[in-house]
């Protein structure tokens, strides 16, 4: 990871990176924390997703479609480099410290983890900064030692450890084909790779949402990605506020 990417010059970045990746033989990750496109060309291979973080606060604050800030997401990946791809996050060290965390900017604990689940499973990498699913609701300090309280919201780590967990097991939630569905107020998307398909709904408002879902994923036996157990959708599917379905063939 180099740190404020942006204000140094594309020839050091080149330059430095080829010169290191020709003197080890480990498999190093280059991560740019900047924004600038020139990053992949000079040879990183993620930079962060500033761009995604603003446009999922507007979703969150209702002044922005769902639909339509994931079709701008993936806008932005089909324009980047091949192998080349987005840090995307909730939270990262400066907004934590200098401007709010997760719980406040997503109007609490639920959103927090329904903004967190919309970016574990959009394709991007996701970052999880230190704190966020614990709940932590004070800034975290930058320069300080500012110890987390772990216990302080133990339903919202189990959380996060349940839909991290199912995640890092399922290929098709990390690398599956990506296609969404416009709602004004669900982000809804499916992930599919070797006939292997997850789907995703998450309620980004703060009201109950009944949403007829698409054809390919009512009337059928699917598995909460969650809890394991058998899920039968029919037609149409409630998410109260906030809430989240992830489920799996």
């Not at 995703?200 to 054809?215: A, E, G």
Request: hydrophobic letters at 40%.
């Amino acid at each position: 990871r180099c740190d404020a990417a942006d204000m140094v010059p594309f020839d050091f970045w080149q330059q430095a990176i080829s010169d290191v990746n020709a003197h080890t033989t480990k498999n190093l990750i280059w991560l740019a924390e900047g924004a600038r496109d020139d990053h992949f060309d000079a040879g990183f291979d993620l930079n962060f997703g500033w761009e995604y973080y603003g446009g999922l606060k507007n979703v969150f604050d209702g002044n922005l479609n769902p639909g339509q800030f994931m079709q701008n997401y993936v806008s932005d990946l089909s324009g980047l480099p091949q192998s080349k791809t987005r840090l995307i996050f909730t939270t990262n060290h400066d907004e934590s410290a200098w401007d709010a965390t997760p719980v406040n900017i997503f109007n609490g604990k639920a959103g927090a983890i329904a903004a967190s689940v919309i970016t574990t499973f959009l394709p991007g990498v996701p970052m999880i900064y230190d704190g966020q699913e614990g709940g932590v609701s004070d800034n975290i300090e930058f320069f300080t030692q500012d110890p987390i309280n772990w216990s302080l919201n133990p339903d919202m780590l189990e959380a996060y450890q349940n839909f991290l967990g199912f995640y890092t097991q399922s290929e098709a939630a990390r690398k599956g084909e990506f296609q969404h569905y416009n709602h004004a107020d669900l982000a809804v998307f499916s992930l599919t790779k070797d006939e292997k398909q997850v789907w995703v709904m998450v309620n980004t408002s703060d009201s109950q949402v009944d949403y007829t879902l698409p054809n390919e994923l009512a009337n059928r036996n699917w598995t909460n990605a969650i809890t394991g157990e058998t899920i039968t959708l029919e037609s149409s599917y409630s998410l109260d506020a906030y809430g989240y379905l992830v489920v799996s063939d």
